[in-house]
């Protein structure tokens, strides 16, 4: 074997960047599914080690036999590697010394090595493919020739070619033959005792097991609508001149041909949409800080009863700019409108038909049609598209699909007098609302939503969308005993279907629908019921169409995740509830510290050491008024607004429920009054935002009474980092901290609190949680001690335990001053201290 130059292991980096290399080499190999079979059987330390140490020792020119080589490449040969397989490993290799930075000369020298070392492997390999062919053959003979003697069929005959049309044609059979089993099994349930019962109910086994098995023919993994992406990009790459690397992963994930068939064509177009619009070429990749090489990952996995298929670029993203200003020339969105939209919002103009940003129309993708025909296509198989992008990090499209289009699982629900069948994957949950119950209707500016878990979800009521009801049920749709909520999910939007009744599931055939009512998008197809009853099958996402197109997830993606942390410390807006308690019609609280909405009828209210209380979820809780004057109901139902942290709740009763809506809580003036941080201007309107902590204090008497006032003057505010893994608490302390005059940042651990240091993010003060997850908050002052921009930065600990162990503890690690939580008085004076020690050592 031809040798090397002796300095070029050297030039590399020695034997710890060889490790590197083959690690991350490794990697890919195992991600790429063209190549993920060189793997199998192989010991994947064993390899990365042996693949090491022979081009560590071949590089530095001290070995020139075979033995070595079959050993470290021993996958490639024992499996077979073929010339298609080198030409893929060989781009993969090549990406991974990019990505390392290897000097352009070195890695020239590296891959003509590896050229060289890959005419002996594929020898190698093809004289092993051969051998064991070879030895396949005769055992198959001696297999045959034994299986003739002794009357048994040959391996060779127990497998056929079968035509895909009998395929289809047995699925549909098998589709009529479930559809008789449902009537038969309507007839049977309608029947007392019956002799037909037992013979029946094999029948609906068989047809099940039926059911499956022909399923399982028609199943191929996906990776067959992948085969050739690689090829794609390869003449993509130099039709263009750019660096990119496709990584595909879960390219084994089944479903079936059908529906493998009709998304082939809109992925082969995304793919090519990321590689010609959102990756950059190498020089612009380079100015903006990013590798040379941009990444395209293909993901698929399975999610319930059907599959996700998600097409990440690290490119430029989507241009926000000009986007709006191409929405405002095709007249999609007034300019008032589109002030009022998000980025992603704006974004989702790409699906609209005839919408290109595309300054001339190419060959290599999108040829001035823009995205619609990708959406409309997988909306015709029952499945959703999902964009994620932030403009100069990337774009995420998720494919959400079904895994097959003939037999689903449906739930049937009644409306009015009519049944209607909604597809199982499309379903979250049910929930019964009803008066007495903990799930109610409630209305914010007349939209009926629903709280569940934390989350206020919108409401549609299926009556109204499919035009069942007149005006006055409309208006009195809020007043039903009992609604039965379908919680549907499109894509990332969760809202809820209300209906009348819910029946059962049932395996259903779809059937398409009539040419006359094609232009419905609210109707999926239709099928037949076991009694015969032909019903509808709605399609909840024309449901959200038809409320509006602008129902969608807002939440920005970040190809690094680490990015995640630095935004969200610097955003603003936040969910903000609005109410009205006494002569002050409107006060605002941060919707985050907001447990539940209640109502409680005023005959439960009850006197417990002076104090109101009502029971609640088992416990006694405390009622607190928002201040002395305020009086509650006599009669009816009394408004409380319930807190939780832990195991303590307690409710402030107030009037009524104005509004809910995003907006920042800025607050310009301070109070004096007790249990208000001080006013902010909330959709243009001067508001009071309370002080939970007080109310709280007032409940269990466990806070001081100082006002957290005191404005910091100053050209410049002070900027203070919180870390605690306490929503409650940061949400909370925020208000009184930005009232007092501070720029304040949180993150819930402290693990993110020091990616914030790496990335150079500088504060004048830090208050940390002792009580944190993965790292406490010990460990986190001697990590901020140790080095760093933070390690002169005053450091406060917060913490439930305030035992003289505790504040040695927290002095001994390197915090300044150590806080009770909870305790404002002496938390702001800290503050105040230590910041003003801070600028005065400066």
């Known amino acids: 074997m031809p040798s090397v130059e002796e300095d070029l292991l050297f030039r590399i980096g020695g034997e710890e960047a060889i490790k590197v290399i083959i690690h991350l080499f490794h990697n890919r190999l195992l991600a790429d599914a063209g190549v993920k079979s060189l793997m199998e059987g192989v010991n994947t330390r064993d390899s990365k080690e042996n693949m090491s140490n022979f081009l560590s020792a071949y590089l530095a020119g001290n070995t020139t036999s075979t033995g070595p080589v079959l050993k470290g490449f021993e996958g490639f040969v024992s499996n077979g590697m073929t010339d298609t397989q080198n030409e893929i490993v060989r781009g993969l290799l090549e990406n991974v010394l990019e990505e390392v930075d290897l000097a352009p000369l ?33 055992e198959k003979a001696a297999t045959n020739k034994s299986a003739a003697k002794s009357g048994e069929p040959s391996i060779a005959n127990q497998s056929i070619r079968v035509n895909v049309q009998v395929l289809e044609d047995l699925m549909t059979m098998v589709s009529e033959l479930v559809l008789t089993r449902n009537q038969l099994m309507q007839l049977l349930r309608n029947t007392d005792d019956s002799e037909f019962s037992i013979p029946l109910q094999r029948l609906s086994q068989c047809t099940t097991e039926l059911q499956e098995g022909v399923m399982k023919t028609r199943m191929q993994p996906v990776g067959n609508a992948w085969a050739k992406l690689p090829r794609i990009i390869r003449d993509l790459q130099l039709e263009l001149d750019k660096k990119i690397d496709l990584q595909m992963l879960g390219a084994d994930t089944e479903l079936d041909r059908q529906v493998l068939e ?60 000009k986007l709006r200003a191409k929405a405002l020339k095709n007249e999609l969105a007034t300019e008032d409108e589109l002030n009022d939209m998000s980025d992603a919002q704006i974004q989702r103009f790409i699906f ?50 079904p895994l097959t289009l003939a037999i689903v699982s449906a739930l049937i629900v009644k409306c009015k007098e009519e049944r209607f069948a909604i597809p199982q994957i499309s379903v979250l949950e049910l929930v019964r609302a009803s008066n007495d119950s903990d799930h ?30 007149d005006g006055d049920e409309v208006a009195d749709k809020g007043a039903r005993s009992e609604d039965y909520i379908i919680i549907t999910q499109v894509g990332s939007f969760t809202f809820g279907i209300v209906v009348d009744q819910v029946f059962d599931t049932e395996e259903i055939v779809v059937k398409p629908v009539a040419p006359i009512l094609r232009d419905l998008s609210t109707f999926a ?114 408004a409380v607004l319930v807190f939780a942290d832990g195991d303590k709740t307690m409710g402030v009763a107030v009037d009524e429920i104005s509004d809910i809506l995003e907006d920042e809580i800025d607050v310009e003036l301070s109070s004096a009054v007790d249990g208000q941080v001080g006013t902010a201007v909330i959709d243009g309107n001067a508001t009071e935002v309370i002080d939970v902590a007080y109310y709280i204090e007032k409940a269990f008497g466990t806070l001081g009474n100082a006002s957290t006032s005191g404005h910091i003057g100053g050209k410049k505010l002070p900027h203070i980092l919180l870390v605690d893994d306490s929503k409650f608490f ?84 390197g915090f300044d001053d150590y806080v009770v939580k909870l305790d404002r008085e002496t938390l702001m004076t800290t503050i105040g201290e230590q910041i003003s020690k801070n600028q005065r050592a400066a």
Do not use: C
């Not at 070392?117 to 594929?122: D, G, N, Q, Y």
């Not at 001035?368 to 025909?373: E, P």
């Not at 903000?576 to 002569?583: D, V």
């Open 106 to 138: 070195v890695l020239d020298e590296v891959m003509v090595a590896y050229d060289m070392i890959s005419v002996e492997v594929l020898a190698e390999a093809a004289r092993n493919v051969k051998a064991t062919a070879d030895a396949d053959k005769a």
């Open 262 to 321: 009709l998304i082939k064509d809109p992925l082969t177009h995304m793919v090519r949409n990321s590689a010609d619009h959102g990756i950059e070429v190498p020089s612009v990749r380079l100015a903006n800080g990013k590798k040379e090489t941009g990444t395209i990952r293909l993901n698929a996995f399975h999610e319930g009863g059907h599959i996700i298929i998600e097409i990440t670029d690290d490119g430029a993203g989507l241009p926000v700019d």
């Open 352 to 401: 609209h038909p005839g919408f290109s940003t595309a300054e001339k129309v190419t060959a290599v993708s999108g040829r001035g049609v823009g995205m619609d025909v990708v959406r409309s296509n997988i909306e015709k198989i029952g499945g959703t598209v999902d964009l994620r992008s932030v403009e100069g990090k990337g774009t995420s499209f998720s494919i959400k699909i």
């Open 440 to 469: 109610r209707i409630e209305h914010i500016n007349n939209t009926p939503v629903l709280r569940l878990r934390d989350r206020l979800l919108p409401l549609v009521h299926l009556d109204k969308i499919l035009g069942m009801s």
């Open 525 to 638: 197809g239709n099928t037949i019921l076991g009694d015969g009853t032909v019903i509808m099958i709605l399609d909840p996402n024309g449901i959200v169409g038809e409320i509006s197109e602008n129902m969608s997830d807002t939440t920005d993606l970040s190809m690094d995740q680490e990015e995640v942390v630095a935004v969200a410390g610097n955003e603003d807006r936040e969910a903000i509830l609005l109410f009205s308690a006494g002569a002050n019609a409107r006060y605002a609280v941060p919707l985050s510290l907001v447990a539940r909405l209640e109502e409680v009828d005023v005959k439960t209210i009850e006197t417990s050491d002076g104090k109101p209380v009502v029971q609640y979820r088992g416990q006694l809780m405390p009622l607190v008024k928002l201040n002395d004057t305020y009086d509650l109901k006599t009669e009816g139902r009394q």
């Open 730 to 813: 940061l949400n909370m302390v925020r208000p009184l901290l930005t009232a007092a005059g501070y720029k304040i940042t949180s993150v819930d651990t402290a693990a993110d609190a020091l990616k914030l240091r790496d990335k150079g993010k500088d504060f004048d003060l830090i208050i940390s949680d002792i009580e944190m997850p993965e790292m406490d908050g010990f460990n986190f002052a001697e990590k901020v001690r140790e080095g760093g921009i933070w390690q002169k930065t005053p450091l406060v600990a917060l913490s439930s335990h305030s035992t003289p162990r505790d504040f040695a503890r927290g002095r001994e690690v």
